[in-house]
C-alpha cells in the first residue's frame, strides 16, 4: 500500500486512480460472443457454455427439483440468517414505494405520476470463487416489491452443471420466476435478446467481471437497459486517533478480499493512526483464506494523511467511493458534507459488512466514481414513471395562448393548430 502525507490538490487525481486494466481487445471479443448469441441463440449458449465453464448441458433451467434437493442442503442457521437478511431488506425497500400525487399547475389542468413495474427484469449473479447469493436478495426481493411480473436469474454452473445451493434458496426466498445455469457474457447476451429458451427483459442488474460490465455496456446502446456502469468493488475508510485499528483494518481487508481488482483508501488525520492500521491490516491479511487475492488489491491501494479538515472533505467527495466508511469520533459532521458515495457507514460499530448483507440497504452501488452521478439500486431502478395529463375548457383557456404563442414561434403550425382549433371550439360552445 501506498502512503502519502498531506499530498498536494494537484496529485489527487493521480494518487486516487483506480486500477487499471488493459481491455483494447476486450469489447471487440464481447461483440462477437454477442452477436452470435442474437443470432443462433441456444446453440451458441451451449457452445460458450461448454468452452468458459466446463460443462456440456443441454438444458439451462433449473429445474423444481433442484431447488427443493438445494433447499434442503441448506443448514437451518443459513436459512435463518437469509429469512433475517430478506426481512430487512424488503422492510427498507418497501418504504420506497412513491405516492400518486396529483396536482393542478394552473386551474383546470392536472398532472401527475404513476409508478409502473417494469414487467422483465435480468439479475446476474456471479458464482465462482464467490457465489453471492446476497446479491440474490438485493435484486430480487425489490423487484418483487415493484411489482415486476417476470425476475429472470442468470449465474454460471460448476463443473457439475449446477448453481450453488445458497443461491438457488436465496432465490425461491425472494421471488424470482426462472433460474437459468448461464454466467458471463452469454447470460448478459441470453438476457438481452432472448432465445429459445431464455426469455428476453427489459433491463439487466447485476454486478461481474469486466467480461460481463462490458457485455452490459455494449447491450444497453440498443437493446435493454441496466442498472449503472460497474467496475470492480472500492472502499474508503475514513480513521482518526479514537477509531479501533483493528476494526479499521478489518474494513479495508473485507473489501480487498473481493478480488485482485479492487480497490481500499484509507483516510485519517494523523500518521499515527496511519501506522497502526497498517500494522493491523499485515496482522489480519496473513488469516484470511483468500491472502493472495487480498494481497494483489492491497498493492495498488493507499494509506493518505490529510491534515486539514475541508482538504479531507474534498478529497472524498473527489473520489466518490463506492463504500465510505467514517470511524471518527465527530461522524455525523463529516457526513453531513459528503456529496459523492454510494453508500456511507457511520461510527466504528457500522462495518460495511452489514450493508452488504442483512441491515436493509442495497449492496450494488456505483463504482469508478460513478456516484458523482448515479444512486445504488433501489425500488426506483424496478420502476418506471409515466405522466398523465388531464384539461379542461378551463385550463385549456389558461395555458393554450402561451402554446400557441411557443409553437409558432418555432415554427411548428400543427402544434399550434392543434390548440387553436380546440379554442376555436371552446369559444363556439361558449357563444351557444
Avoid at 448441458?57 to 436459512?79: C, G, W, Y
Wanted: with cysteine; glycine share 6%; proline share 5%.
Amino acid at each position: 500500500m501506498k502512503t502519502y502525507i498531506n499530498p498536494g490538490r494537484n496529485t489527487w487525481t493521480d494518487i486516487l486512480k483506480r486500477p487499471l486494466f488493459d481491455v483494447s481487445e476486450l469489447y471487440g471479443r464481447v461483440q462477437n460472443i454477442l452477436t452470435e448469441i442474437r443470432e443462433q441463440g441456444d446453440e451458441k449458449l451451449r457452445e460458450y457454455t461448454e468452452r468458459f465453464d466446463g460443462v456440456k448441458l443441454d438444458n439451462f433451467e433449473v429445474s423444481p427439483e433442484e431447488i427443493t434437493r438445494a433447499e434442503a442442503s441448506i443448514d437451518q442457521n443459513l436459512k435463518d440468517a437469509i429469512a433475517l437478511a430478506a426481512e430487512n431488506i424488503k422492510a427498507f425497500h418497501s418504504t420506497q414505494m412513491p405516492e400518486i400525487r396529483k396536482m393542478e399547475t394552473a386551474p383546470g389542468v392536472i398532472c401527475w405520476q404513476k409508478p409502473v413495474a417494469i414487467e422483465k427484469v435480468g439479475l446476474y449473479i456471479p458464482g465462482g470463487t464467490a457465489p453471492l447469493f446476497s446479491t440474490v436478495l438485493m435484486l430480487a426481493l425489490p423487484a418483487k416489491i415493484a411489482g415486476c411480473k417476470q425476475i429472470v436469474l442468470c449465474s454460471p454452473p460448476d463443473k457439475n452443471g449446477n448453481i450453488h445451493p445458497a443461491i438457488l434458496y436465496a432465490a425461491k426466498v425472494a421471488g424470482v420466476t426462472q433460474i437459468y445455469k448461464l454466467g458471463g457474457v452469454q447470460a448478459i447476451g441470453a438476457m438481452a435478446y432472448g432465445t429459445e429458451t431464455v426469455p428476453k427483459t427489459y433491463k439487466i442488474f447485476g454486478p461481474g467481471n469486466q467480461y460481463v460490465t462490458a457485455a452490459k455496456q455494449l447491450v444497453s446502446m440498443n437493446e435493454v437497459s441496466i442498472d449503472m456502469p460497474a467496475g470492480p468493488s472500492e472502499v474508503l475508510v475514513v480513521a482518526d486517533e479514537t477509531s479501533n485499528p483493528a476494526f479499521v483494518a478489518s474494513d479495508l481487508l473485507s473489501q480487498a478480499e473481493h478480488g485482485a481488482d479492487s480497490q481500499v483508501v484509507l483516510v485519517t488525520d494523523n500518521e499515527n493512526t496511519l501506522k497502526e492500521v497498517l500494522a493491523e491490516v499485515r496482522t489480519q491479511v496473513d488469516q484470511l483464506p483468500r491472502k493472495e487475492l487480498a494481497e494483489k488489491a492491497l498493492s495498488h491501494s493507499v494509506l493518505i494523511v490529510v491534515s486539514d479538515d475541508a482538504e479531507r472533505v474534498d478529497l472524498i467527495n473527489e473520489y466518490a467511493p463506492e463504500h465510505l466508511i467514517i470511524s471518527t469520533k465527530k461522524y455525523m459532521e463529516l457526513a453531513e458534507k459528503i456529496t459523492n458515495a454510494g453508500s456511507v457507514f457511520l461510527g466504528e460499530f457500522t462495518p460495511e459488512s452489514a450493508g452488504d448483507y442483512a441491515s436493509g440497504t442495497n449492496h450494488t452501488l456505483p463504482t469508478n466514481g460513478w456516484a458523482r452521478s448515479y444512486s445504488g439500486v433501489n425500488l426506483d431502478s424496478f420502476l418506471k414513471k409515466i405522466t398523465f395529463q388531464e384539461i379542461s375548457e378551463e385550463g385549456l383557456l389558461t395555458i393554450g395562448p402561451a402554446i400557441e404563442k411557443m409553437a409558432a414561434t418555432e415554427q411548428l403550425e400543427a402544434h399550434k393548430n392543434a390548440v387553436t382549433l380546440r379554442l376555436k371550439q371552446i369559444e363556439k360552445n361558449g357563444t351557444k
